[in-house]
């Protein structure tokens, strides 16, 4: 079994990002077996953000402070640690020159250890309308009309294409996350997935089988014939548990080590930060 995780959240910023501390995550990593982690909190800045939550930030000076704060506690908790702690960020990526020259500010000042990328937004093309997909659920009065919604989805097919080509990232998180919200489950989906295969084997670029689809959807992320195609291209995978709690940690992972080695998948991902 795969004994390392590097997608897993604490409570730095807020219980809707995890429920633990990392004290709490690296005690219970050392318990299963994990001999190297790596602490991954959500690193949703935008200007244009809308102030939906706590963990979301449209202001550049108050979003670097907090993220400095959230590494600095992690790397103190880590001072007793057993095991190896590495501390990133789960990025949510924006293709807009605008956004990209703001991210590469923060990664000066932060200097966090690895950044996964990931999408967890619909938008416009312009970036003026962002709207995070988990608070659009919980809110069922925001309403989307169809001919939107298609642009929309179109462009978060894109986003995670120029996340890949962007270099910015170790791995890519849960490329079909859109179908916890039952979004681009119709086959005529299946085109933008294949360009996200081409571009992940083009790149190069190491993505995650993230087994918590496993507990929501009954199916991993991404789907099975995604990695069927990914293993044909020899494209790099990693498990991650995506723990938003103690309880999560290496949830599934005997699942996930079963399911790649039924498909003789080639190439694992072994990070080396
Ligand atoms: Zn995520
Ligand atoms: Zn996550």
């Known amino acids: 079994m795969q004994n390392f995780s590097y997608h897993m959240h604490t409570n730095n910023l807020g219980i809707f990002d995890g429920q633990n501390t990392p004290i709490e995550m690296i005690k219970r990593s050392e318990e299963i077996g994990f001999k190297k982690i790596g602490i991954s909190n959500h690193l ?9 939550s706590k963990m ?21 908790a880590s001072l007793k640690a057993k095991i190896d702690v590495r501390v990133g960020f789960e990025v949510d990526f924006f293709s807009s020159y605008q956004w990209r020259s703001l991210f590469e500010k923060i990664k000066k000042e932060i200097k966090a250890d690895y950044y996964i990328g990931a999408t967890h937004y619909l938008r416009d093309e312009s970036e003026n309308y962002i709207m995070n997909l988990y ?11 169809e001919k939107d919604l298609t642009v929309y989805l179109n462009i978060y097919w894109d986003n995670i294409i120029e996340s890949i080509k962007s270099g910015y990232f170790n791995f890519i998180a849960h490329l079909d996350v859109c179908k ?24 190069k670029q190491p993505y995650e089988l993230n087994t918590s689809g496993w507990t929501k959807v009954g199916e991993q992320h991404p789907h099975t014939w995604m990695i069927e195609e990914l293993n044909k291209r020899n494209v790099p995978v990693i498990v991650s548990d995506d723990a938003h709690s103690v309880i999560m940690l290496a949830q599934h992972f005997e699942q996930a080590e079963s399911f790649l080695s039924k498909m003789n998948y080639k190439c694992r991902y072994c990070p080396e930060f």
């Open 44 to 52: 949703a800045f935008h200007p244009n953000m809308p102030s939906q």
């Open 135 to 145: 608070y659009m659920k919980r809110n069922p009065q925001i309403k989307i009309s």
């Open 56 to 76: 979301f930030f449209s202001d550049f000076n108050k979003a670097c402070d907090i993220y400095k704060s959230v590494i600095e506690d992690i790397r103190t």
């Open 180 to 203: 916890l919200f039952g979004f681009c489950l119709d086959k005529k989906w299946d085109e933008k997935k294949y360009e996200v295969i081409e571009t992940l084997e083009k790149y």
